[in-house]
């Protein structure tokens, strides 16, 4: 596609758009939106712009549209596929003043957001009138809700109460043409033809730019246990996940972490935790509710299974001080990792049951190829973060042959049900995977999908396929 740069007339209008105070050109302040957190890649934007309504966002797209500038939308940054970066340079649209939470229906257990809130700020406005909005990334405290929807995003909580995608009930989108639309309405159920709202989410800011979101709620629960099983191999783990279900029991998380990302945590947080010898991985289960006596049944389910399992210890967190030490672990695994080594994570996703396969499988293709990994995440939903450490491999190896190892984890993957991403988003990093999962139908049906909303291919140009 033929782009055009950013002319002296187009930034003139685009500041008569936003406003002189809301346009970004300089170099040295480009440089925060060249990148997300996504190993170490930078492509700058020509300029920001930072509107503050949906009719700026249209006149901005209008423009763009009409001088074939290409437009990349962008949350907070936190993204880990490349997704918000400006490949193609450009106008780069920053929604960081879209920061307002707009309305709380107490009557239908709904809210009205605009995308730019950070997701944890929103989750402690509802739970402050006691009500609860489950999807908690592990960037939480900094990721915008925006963003979240745009990737279809997860979290430890996904177990138990879903994916983003069960919380959206519409979205008010701004078209590539410049029009604005609502994707849907704001009921629970929804049978009136194809379903743009469930389209939107997950397309990572291809088809349109989200203005405000409409989301749903749910009571809060009052209690919950956290406890933490340890385990001699990472295989024995894996397989009491699935019993941990097939023994009746929903965690409210239940999240797999190995000892080497433990470690790292320790040494990069400084976190005050015994880490015993002979232990190589975890399972931290979270168990919510409302009635105290059916949470303490569950845990002693849950630790009967983990038994079965070969567990070697379980420690309950019994005060919330515990229960915090034990999420900051997990939490803060993947900045953790990120400062101790040079990577790149992949987001493997299978069926549950299937799990200890797949991190079996991940173990020799790293010795085939020559790598490390750390693996961790949300064991639940059989989506493990697999971060290829690049330790001792040549930058030979890193550079080019790493790329076929990558491929035989995602050929597993797919052979065991599963698919390239469970949470990330495929964005920039993962297109070159994606024939692994998909045939040349699925890309057609993909490039017509983009065709009608952005005929002009304007719109974050360069990701997913
Ligand atoms: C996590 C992020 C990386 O689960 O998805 O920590
Ligand atoms: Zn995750």
């Known amino acids: 596609m033929p782009y055009n740069k950013i002319t002296d007339n187009v930034l003139a209008a685009i500041k008569s758009i936003v406003g002189d105070d809301a346009v970004i050109t300089q170099l040295s302040s480009l440089e925060k939106y060249s990148h997300d957190e996504t190993e170490d890649l930078h492509y700058?934007?020509?300029?920001?712009?930072?509107?503050?309504?949906?009719?700026?966002?249209s006149a901005l797209m209008r423009l763009c549209n009409e001088h074939l500038?290409?437009?990349?939308?962008?949350?907070?940054?936190?993204?880990?596929?490349?997704?918000?970066?400006?490949?193609?340079?450009?106008l780069l649209i920053a929604m960081e003043r879209f920061n307002k939470i707009l309305a709380i229906d107490e009557q239908n257990l709904q809210a009205t957001v605009e995308p730019?809130?950070?997701?944890?700020e929103f989750m402690d406005a509802v739970a402050g009138k006691g009500l609860l909005y489950p999807v908690d990334p592990a960037s939480k405290g900094s990721c915008f809700i925006g963003g979240n929807v745009s990737h279809g995003s997860g979290g430890p909580?996904?177990?138990?109460?879903?994916?983003?995608?069960?919380?959206?009930?519409n979205l008010e989108v701004v078209l590539p043409s410049g029009e604005i639309i609502w994707t849907g309405a704001n009921t629970l159920k929804y049978a009136s033809g194809y379903n743009l709202t469930q389209l939107m989410i997950g397309s990572e800011g291809t088809l349109g730019i989200i203005t405000k979101i409409v989301v749903k709620l749910i009571p809060r629960p009052t209690l919950d246990a956290l406890m933490l099983g340890s385990?001699?191999?990472?295989?024995?783990?894996?397989?009491?996940v699935s019993a941990i279900f097939r023994a009746g029991i929903i965690p409210s998380a239940l999240e797999f972490m190995e000892r080497r990302g433990v470690e790292w945590v320790i040494e990069h947080d400084g976190i005050n935790f015994d880490l015993k010898d002979g232990i190589e991985a975890f399972l931290l289960i979270e168990v919510d509710g409302n009635n105290q006596d059916v949470i303490f049944a569950d845990c002693e389910k849950i630790n009967q299974v983990l038994e079965a399992f070969n567990c070697k210890e379980v420690l309950f967190a019994d005060t919330s001080a515990k229960k915090e030490e034990l999420w900051r672990i997990r939490r803060t695994m993947a900045v953790s990792v990120k400062s101790n080594s040079i990577y790149k994570e992949e987001d493997t996703v299978v069926p549950r049951a299937s799990l200890p396969q797949l991190i079996k499988g991940i173990k020799e293709t790293g010795l085939k190829y020559g790598f490390e990994s750390v693996c961790y995440g949300h064991?639940?939903?059989?989506?493990?973060?697999?971060?290829?450490?690049?330790?001792?491999?040549?930058?030979d190896d890193w550079n080019n042959r790493l790329k076929e190892g990558i491929s035989e984890i995602f050929e597993l993957t797919v052979s065991l049900g599963g698919t390239l991403s469970g949470e990330h988003g495929?964005?920039?990093?993962?297109?070159?995977?994606?024939?692994?999962?998909?045939?040349?139908?699925?890309?057609?049906?993909?490039?017509?999908?983009?065709?009608?909303?952005?005929?002009?291919?304007?719109?974050?140009?360069?990701?997913i396929f």
């Open 231 to 240: 385990f001699s191999s990472n295989e024995a783990a894996c397989e009491a």
């Open 116 to 120: 730019g809130v950070v997701t944890e």
């Open 69 to 90: 500038i290409p437009v990349t939308p962008r949350g907070a940054g936190t993204g880990l596929s490349g997704g918000a970066l400006p490949v193609m340079g450009g």
């Open 379 to 395: 064991a639940g939903d059989g989506n493990l973060h697999v971060n290829i450490i690049k330790g001792k491999m040549s930058d």
């Open 157 to 169: 909580r996904v177990v138990k109460y879903g994916t983003i995608r069960e919380y959206i009930l």
């Open 44 to 57: 700058y934007p020509e300029v920001v712009a930072k509107p503050k309504s949906a009719e700026e966002v």
């Open 426 to 463: 495929i964005g920039l990093v993962q297109k070159g995977f994606m024939p692994i999962k998909y045939q040349p139908a699925h890309f057609e049906l993909w490039r017509g999908i983009k065709q009608v909303f952005d005929k002009n291919g304007i719109l974050n140009p360069g990701k």
